[in-house]
């Protein structure tokens, strides 16, 4: 048998039009000699490398082909696929031919398997409509997409270049055939030929992805970002960083919903990837992260005081996101919280939903006389001779006052223009869709009430005589806008 270093020799020979192999010009001999004689060894020393190998069985091999036909053929002998695009340009048809008699026929691809189209090698978008016809064309009936995998090899650069961009767009792997060339013959070696398969440019590195991601988590979207994220972590070479922010898109959705049932598991699977992926943040971020973790246990078990203060982050949160009316909720809710933390501080056993004022004083007449007084001053509508039944915010706002608690002086709603001014701002808020009403909280009035609600936020927490500093705290519960 002549050995395979013999046949280059004679491929080379014939190439240089020393030695003749059939009828055309010397190059169209050197290919028809390459696949009668040297092929089936090429890709068997290909096969024997052991280097990589598709995922899955290849539905459709979408390859580039220029005036050689060789590596189209040579990676479809080697990949296997069912179906075959060729792919180029107009003056390299006559591959086209060559590549047909190899590849279809018994034993090959059936005639309705092969498929080639012409394209402008400088059009990239032209490449990609190809790719993506042919794709759609391929599509089963659940909508799934076909396997496939692009040859980059053959074609001009620019069009490898476009096939790379379609994969990009398209999430399609790679493969090259790479070789030895020899400078002196201005051909690749045969024999020395290797078949990359390579990860789509997403599967590689997924920064585009991944910032499209991050976008949509830094801009509020939390469980739009969950999906991003838990697409990029089946497809990254290196899901780590997508794995991380998948958790914390997760969790954060179940935080800004006051999803407490789902909260105490998105924790943990937080806490859990702090753990094994912090290399993935910086240290700043890492630190903020914890806190937050420590105070989202708290509120998931129920502490009341956690809740009030969560009312102010996310009121906080929706704020600056233009959505006035769930801050200014959330706002309410904050003022409402310390005004009724604070009443029920005051005695025990006392309740603001079944309230029994003799546990506050041994004087409930004069309670309710300067209860009804103040109430009037302020034009509040209903009943000013009798003490609430239940408590809301503004009636714990007199109620306070009319006790001379510290809160309302430290918190500026003593006096009765401040009252008359808190009055005002309940009223936009119980005006609002979410309340009563049908009018929308202006992003001015939203703002007053965020402000006032971290006003009295403050004064209620410096009440209480504790160490906590919950200005501090608050920051600390902002969101993180970044995945560093």
């Known amino acids: 048998m002549v050995s395979f270093d013999s046949r280059t020799a004679r491929l080379q020979r014939i190439d240089q039009g020393q030695e003749s192999y059939g009828e055309g010009d010397s190059k169209s001999q050197a290919v028809r000699f390459y696949l009668d004689h040297l092929l089936d060894d090429v890709v068997e020393r290909i096969t024997q490398e052991g280097g990589r190998t598709p995922r899955e069985p290849v539905e459709l091999l979408i390859s580039l082909s220029g005036f050689s036909p060789l590596t189209t053929i040579i990676t479809h002998k080697v990949i296997k696929p069912r179906r075959l695009l060729v792919v180029s340009s107009e003056t390299a048809q006559d591959s086209i031919d060559v590549i047909a008699e190899c590849l279809v026929g018994p034993g090959g691809l059936r005639q309705r398997d092969f498929a080639h189209r012409p394209c402008v090698p400088t059009d990239p978008l032209g490449i990609y409509r190809i790719v993506k016809e042919e794709l759609d064309r391929l599509r089963p009936a659940d909508g799934s997409r076909p396997y496939a995998i692009i040859d980059i090899t053959g074609g001009r650069k620019v069009m490898s270049a476009a096939a790379a961009l379609a994969a990009w767009q398209l999430g399609l792997d790679l493969c090259y055939v790479n070789s030895e060339y020899d400078p002196g013959r201005h051909r690749p070696i045969p024999g020395s030929d290797r078949l990359l398969l390579l990860d789509n440019p997403i599967a590689l590195f997924g920064e585009q992805e991944m910032a499209g991601a991050l976008q949509a988590f830094a801009g509020g979207a939390f469980e739009s970002a969950r999906q991003r994220y838990d697409e990029l972590c089946e497809s990254l070479a290196a899901p780590g960083r997508a794995r991380f922010m998948r958790a914390l898109s997760d969790l954060y959705r179940a935080w800004c919903d006051l999803d407490l049932d789902r909260l105490s598991a998105c924790v943990e699977t937080v806490a859990t990837a702090l753990g094994h992926e912090s290399y993935q943040i910086s240290t700043e971020t890492a630190g903020r992260l914890k806190r937050q973790i420590g105070f989202l246990r708290r509120l998931a078990a129920g502490d009341g005081d956690s809740l009030v203060i969560n009312y102010f982050v996310l009121g906080e949160h929706y704020r600056e996101l233009g959505r006035h009316d769930f801050a200014a909720l959330l706002s309410y809710r904050t003022i409402e919280g310390c005004l009724a933390g604070r009443l029920e501080s005051l005695a025990p056993g006392f309740t603001c939903d079944r309230p029994d ?36 915010l503004m009636s714990a706002a007199v109620l306070l006052t009319a006790l001379d608690d510290a809160l309302p002086a430290r918190a500026g709603i003593r006096e009765t223009s401040a009252l008359s001014h808190l009055n005002t701002l309940v009223t936009a808020r119980n005006r609002s869709i979410l309340a009563h009403g049908d009018r929308p909280v202006s992003p001015k009035d939203s703002q007053t009430l965020g402000n006032k609600a971290r006003i009295v936020l403050r004064a209620a927490w410096a009440l209480r005589g504790d160490a906590e500093d919950v200005t501090r705290l608050c920051d600390d519960l902002r969101f993180v806008r970044t995945d560093r």
């Open 357 to 392: 004022y003799s546990l506050l004083t041994d004087d409930v007449p004069g309670l309710r006389e300067r209860y009804g007084r103040i109430q009037s001053s302020l034009g509040r509508t209903g009943a000013t001779d009798t003490l609430p039944p239940v408590i809301g």
